[in-house]
């Protein structure tokens, strides 16, 4: 690359977006992370005009009236709106850079390593029509193993999983490259919902999603110990007998029980990208252990459960919901080695 071209690639703003199903965060070149908002919209249900958001949208979220609705664009990692994501990642990228562009920014988004080519191609359109000059794609698993510290351009194995909203991503990085990998539609929304059904199901009583997050965030436990056993939080929400309204006492081993299913899905996946892995790279896991990024990851016990299930020693990052974005933005520093055509972690938009 010329130094005319280099210095016109270089010009304008460069940002990476982790466009995750529970919150969106921006990364702008050399300021780091300058956003973190949920993704979440309010509209007009008749004209689907926006009225709100972002952390704005999220209040509503179950308590709208008629006429408003509080949505989340994306569900499991993928767009399922396409033309409120469009809206949202607009306002995102204005909020973060500014209206008046001299030119259009670079950006580069985070996919979950088992898209589709159709939601693939979604995600790039997106970005292009919500102001991008150039639009670039990154494996989430990649980006969190950058974003983590990893050393993922050596000859060793690192094993990296990423707990998102909508998705769990794990793979096995080295070279540059992902070896093995495996994404399924469940994070903390499955979760969630876990614990929606268990209420509903053993104490007759129906709460939200919101509600049901603030229970996994304070009494969640992916494993039982003597310290967080006798832990419980009121819970209320409407009895589905009575019709009226209802708290009862929620212990941890309730929760526990409740998520465990989503929990047990997480392991399973970790334990086939190993039976995957080549058996040199399976040595470098085995004195390296495994990172765990992703929001989700931050739920109590988790580490552990992980490490008892395999025999690994299992590392939370140093900021875990951070890692993808941070990833992200570190890659836009060699996105002149992606248009160059090498052989990176990230797919240039056509």
């Given amino acids: 690359m010329g130094f005319f071209q280099r210095l016109f690639f270089d010009f304008g703003t460069n940002i990476g977006v982790d466009l995750g199903t529970a919150s969106i965060l921006i990364y702008v070149k050399n300021k780091g992370i300058v956003l973190n908002e949920p993704s979440v919209v309010a509209l007009?249900?008749?004209?689907?005009?926006?009225?709100?958001?972002?952390?704005?949208?999220?209040?509503?979220?179950?308590?709208?009236?008629?006429?408003?609705?509080?949505?989340?664009?994306?569900?499991?990692?993928?767009i399922a709106d396409y033309d409120v994501t469009e809206q949202m990642l607009r306002y995102f990228i204005e909020q973060a850079c500014g209206k008046n562009w001299i030119l259009k920014p670079r950006i580069m988004v985070c996919i979950p390593s088992g898209v589709t080519e159709v939601e693939e191609r979604a995600v790039k359109q997106a970005a292009q029509h919500a102001g991008a000059r150039e639009?670039?794609?990154?494996?989430?698993?990649?980006?969190?193993?950058?974003?983590?510290?990893?050393?993922?351009?050596?000859?060793?194995?690192?094993?990296?999983?990423?707990?998102?909203g909508g998705t769990t991503d794990v793979a096995v990085i080295?070279?540059?490259?992902?070896?093995?990998?495996?994404?399924?539609?469940?994070?903390?929304?499955?979760?969630?919902?876990a614990i929606v059904r268990y209420v509903r199901r053993e104490h007759g009583l129906l709460i939200g999603e919101p509600c049901a997050e603030e229970i996994k965030k304070s009494i969640g436990t992916a494993y039982l110990n003597e310290f967080n056993r006798e832990n419980f939080a009121t819970v209320r929400g409407r009895d589905l007998l009575t019709g009226l309204p209802r708290s009862i006492k929620f212990s941890a081993v309730e929760c526990h029980a409740a998520m465990m299913e989503p929990l047990e899905m997480i392991v399973a996946a970790v334990h086939r990208v190993l039976e995957e892995t080549p058996p040199e790279l399976a040595g470098d896991i085995v004195d390296r252990g495994m990172v765990l990024t992703g929001?989700?990851?931050?739920?109590?016990?988790?580490?552990?459960?992980?490490?008892?299930?395999?025999?690994?020693?299992?590392?939370?990052?140093?900021d875990p919901v951070a890692c993808v974005a941070i990833g992200t933005g570190k890659s836009l520093s060699v996105l002149?080695?992606?248009?160059?055509?090498?052989a990176m972690p990230a797919r240039r938009a056509l």
């Fill in 336 to 342: 002149d080695k992606y248009v160059e055509g090498a």
């Fill in 295 to 318: 929001g989700g990851s931050m739920i109590d016990g988790l580490p552990r459960l992980i490490a008892e299930n395999t025999g690994l020693h299992v590392y939370l990052a140093e």
């Fill in 44 to 78: 007009n249900e008749q004209t689907r005009e926006v009225i709100a958001i972002g952390s704005a949208a999220k209040k509503m979220l179950g308590r709208t009236p008629a006429g408003i609705v509080a949505v989340r664009p994306l569900r499991e990692g993928v």
């Fill in 135 to 164: 639009a670039f794609l990154i494996e989430e698993p990649m980006a969190a193993a950058i974003g983590a510290g990893m050393d993922v351009y050596s000859a060793a194995g690192n094993l990296v999983c990423d707990i998102g």
């Fill in 174 to 193: 080295s070279l540059g490259g992902i070896v093995s990998k495996t994404s399924l539609r469940v994070g903390g929304d499955k979760l969630d919902e």
